[in-house]
């Protein structure tokens, strides 16, 4: 079963700073098979990215993805209020999914 | 509109039984694959398993296999979430996603409101 570890635990930044998310995986995935969610408190989570650089539809492109192998990257360019929130890098292989332990991107 | 809709809140007795519902709209529900995931007080998302309604196939993460059991109808457009007998450690949100439209099939694009699981004596 793979594996996914997320850095930093908690990420403390004001608005229009730049959030650089890691995600990192136990072996070698596919990036077709790594995919990033934004959860707010109490809502469902949401789908920013998909295919590792994909925006999911209606993302603001303040959001990129990027990475290949074990090391993939999410960025937010330039924090709105609305970005602060929990995210998780997900992953697909052998027929199983797993999600990572999330950061948290709080306001400083 | 595309949307997955999951029954309501439940509190239960440790040993007690629970099946909860994510009922699909606005799309073919025999076409996507639909993930169960888990959410614990203050805690992050864990895949449980996975099922294809068109044909019930049906994938468990190893955390979960022989835990639960993940079933669909698709008469009714309806899979479910399955406990044989709870215990307080399955107090948690619990959510529904449906795989994503190509070329996103390997994540969940479209998620339930979440079910919220109470087992308490």
């Known amino acids: 079963e793979i594996v996914l570890t997320q850095s930093p635990g908690t990420l403390s930044l004001s608005p229009g700073e730049r959030a650089t998310l890691s995600c990192r995986a136990s072996?070698?995935?596919?990036?077709?098979?790594l995919a990033w969610y934004q959860q707010k408190p109490g809502q469902a989570p949401r789908l920013l990215i998909y295919?590792?650089?994909s925006r999911a539809t209606g993302i603001p492109d303040r959001f990129s993805g990027s990475g290949s192998g074990t090391d993939f990257t999410l960025t937010i360019s330039r924090l709105e209020p609305e970005d602060f929130a929990v995210y998780y890098c997900?992953?697909?292989?052998?027929?199983?999914?797993?999600f990572g332990p999330g950061t948290k991107v709080d306001i400083k | 509109e595309v949307q997955l809709v999951q029954s309501g809140a439940e509190v239960k007795k440790p040993g007690e039984s629970l099946k909860i519902s994510c009922k699909g709209s606005g799309y073919s529900f025999t076409s996507y694959w639909i993930g169960w995931v888990r959410q614990m007080p203050g805690k992050g998302l864990e895949w449980m398993g996975i099922i294809y309604p068109g044909d019930s196939d049906t994938r468990y993460s190893p955390s979960f296999q022989g835990q639960v059991t993940i079933s669909a109808d698709k008469s009714i457009s309806t899979t479910y979430l399955q406990w044989s007998s709870l215990k307080a450690s399955d107090t948690a949100l619990y959510y529904c996603?449906?795989?994503?439209?190509?070329?996103?099939?390997?994540?969940?694009?479209?998620w339930g409101q979440g079910t919220r699981v109470t087992v308490s004596s």
């Open positions: 295919g590792a650089s």
């Open positions: 072996q070698s995935i596919s990036s077709s098979y």
């Open positions: 996603a449906r795989q994503g439209s190509n070329p996103a099939l390997y994540a969940f694009e479209v």
């Open positions: 997900q992953q697909y292989g052998s027929s199983l999914f797993t």
